[in-house]
């Protein structure tokens, strides 16, 4: 889920994508894509504001793609939309290259070749901190998209703490399912 958080010294927007999801094979109904829009604007707004925007993974509904192709009956991307979002932000993402799944390897790929050159920054989150102020943005290693062994990758934990407080983003870790990814969290 997309999340804008501000701090006194940085504006972060934490997974900027949307998308709809496929069901029995029919296209999405006329209110899902009316859904769509406004989720669209949403973040296009809130990007507008981020200095910071982060993807914890590479599915759809947590990063703007920045292709048109058949999946955006789906997402409504385009690279003109990903651009909006993403230049001049610095952006810290998923690693595209390891403890990635094909699918998200080649969207992850895609994404940084696009867009690298127009963002301010293009930089790989997996376990590592990064400082704005007094602010520290950290990243987890890659923990499994649910279970171990899922087909559906891996994605990052991210943590924002200042002064004292701490807010933790668990994207798509479906619980947690396993121990060791429960244990980052605690």
Same mark, same amino acid.
């Given at each position: 889920?997309?999340?804008?958080?501000?701090?006194?010294?940085?504006?972060?927007?934490?997974?900027?994508?949307?998308?709809?999801?496929?069901?029995?094979?029919?296209?999405?109904?006329?209110?899902?894509?009316?859904?769509?829009?406004?989720?669209?604007?949403? /973040?296009?707004?809130?990007?507008?504001?981020?200095? /910071?925007?982060?993807?914890?993974?590479?599915?759809?509904?947590?990063?703007?793609?920045?292709?048109?192709?058949?999946?955006?009956?789906?997402?409504?991307?385009?690279?003109?939309?990903?651009?909006?979002?993403?230049?001049?932000?610095?952006?810290?993402?998923?690693?595209?290259?390891?403890?990635?799944?094909?699918?998200?390897?080649?969207? @992850?790929?895609?994404? #940084?070749? /696009?867009?690298?050159?127009?963002?301010? #920054?293009?930089?790989?989150?997996?376990?590592?901190?990064?400082?704005? @102020?007094?602010?520290?943005?950290?990243?987890?290693?890659?923990?499994?998209?649910?279970?171990?062994?899922? #087909?559906? @990758?891996?994605?990052?934990?991210?943590? +924002?703490?200042?002064?004292?407080?701490?807010?933790?983003?668990?994207?798509? +870790?479906? @619980?947690?399912?396993?121990?060791?990814?429960?244990?980052?969290?605690?």
């Amino acid at each position: 889920m997309c999340t804008l958080v501000e701090t006194p010294d940085v504006s972060i927007l934490i997974d900027a994508g949307a998308s709809l999801g496929r069901r029995f094979g029919l296209l999405p109904h006329p209110k899902e894509y009316e859904a769509l829009r406004q989720a669209r604007s949403a /973040i296009a707004q809130a990007a507008s504001s981020a200095h /910071i925007i982060t993807a914890s993974h590479y599915h759809y509904d947590h990063y703007t793609a920045a292709w048109s192709n058949v999946d955006a009956i789906w997402t409504w991307s385009s690279r003109d939309e990903a651009e909006r979002i993403y230049s001049d932000k610095i952006l810290l993402v998923k690693d595209w290259r390891k403890d990635v799944n094909p699918s998200q390897r080649k969207r @992850g790929w895609i994404f #940084q070749e /696009i867009i690298k050159d127009s963002s301010r #920054q293009f930089l790989v989150a997996d376990g590592q901190s990064f400082r704005a @102020g007094d602010t520290v943005i950290s990243f987890s290693r890659p923990v499994p998209h649910g279970e171990e062994d899922t #087909q559906l @990758g891996w994605t990052l934990i991210t943590t +924002i703490s200042r002064d004292g407080g701490t807010l933790v983003h668990a994207s798509d +870790i479906q @619980g947690p399912i396993l121990d060791s990814t429960a244990k980052l969290l605690l």
